[in-house]
T-cell receptor, first 113, second 112 residues
Framework: DTEVTQTPKHLVMGMTNKKSLKCEQH?????MYWYKQKAKKPPELMFV???????INESVPSRFSPECPNSSLLNLHLHALQPEDSALYLC????????????FGPGTRLTVL | DQQVKQNSPSLSVQEGRISILNCDYT??????FLWYKKYPAEGPTFLIS?????DKNEDGRFTVFLNKSAKHLSLHIVPSQPGDSAVYFC???????????FGTGTSLTVIP
């Protein structure tokens, strides 16, 4: 099983709203990632959690707040977003370590009005 | 600075023929390379990978070639099928660490 699930599939929010994106994997992976992808662009790394600790933050604005409650779950809390934050948000996980392969979820399509 | 590049934004191939997708990278610290296939509004799906200690890896219709001296990898799909039509991303991992760098993608269209 190489499934990463993400909820919701679609999200529309206003600039004053607070919402959360959720990601789950049950592959025993110890690294989890958030990416942002705009149309016709490659996935852009936002955060990396390794063994439930934030290991990489690619200078992401504080209106995005990640959380890793346990080794299977990864959340992305959203607050006071801007219309330019509208994108496909992808979660991925990997074992961590050599010859590592990331497995992606289907993504959450976020629209900020 | 784009460390992984796919210089062909699009490629069209006849069904049954070979599709060759190319990827170049600049960082000699990359030690693991992957190809992903992506349909619109979906997450990338892992296709095939290769470690830097190898120069070829094959899985069914998909073969990845790595030329370390040229910092170049390619994905061969043979025979190409209409269901292969998608955007293909190459990715590279820098060791140590868990950072993966993605190319800009090549949109493959397989014409029936």
């Amino acid at each position: 099983d190489t499934e990463v699930t993400q909820t919701p599939k679609h999200l529309v929010m206003g600039m004053t709203n607070k919402k959360s994106l959720k990601c789950e994997q049950h592959m025993g992976h110890r690294a989890m990632y958030w990416y942002k992808q705009k149309a016709k662009k490659p996935p852009e790394l936002m955060f990396v959690y390794s063994y439930e600790k934030l290991s990489i933050n690619e200078s992401v604005p504080s209106r995005f707040s990640p959380e890793c409650p346990n080794s299977s779950l990864l959340n992305l809390h959203l607050h006071a977003l801007q219309p330019e934050d509208s994108a496909l948000y992808l979660c991925a996980s990997s074992r961590g370590g050599g010859s590592d392969t990331q497995y992606f979820g289907p993504g959450t399509r976020l629209t900020v009005l | 600075d784009q460390q992984v590049k796919q210089n062909s934004p699009s490629l069209s191939v006849q069904e049954g023929r070979i599709s060759i997708l190319n990827c170049d990278y600049t960082n000699s610290m990359f030690d693991y390379f992957l190809w992903y296939k992506k349909y619109p509004a979906e997450g990338p799906t892992f296709l095939i990978s290769i470690s830097s200690i190898k120069d070829k890896n094959e899985d069914g219709r998909f073969t990845v070639f790595l030329n370390k001296s040229a910092k170049h990898l390619s994905l061969h799909i043979v025979p190409s099928q209409p269901g292969d039509s998608a955007v293909y991303f190459c990715a590279a991992r820098k060791s140590p660490g868990n950072q993966f760098y993605f190319g800009t993608g090549t949109s493959l269209t397989v014409i029936p």
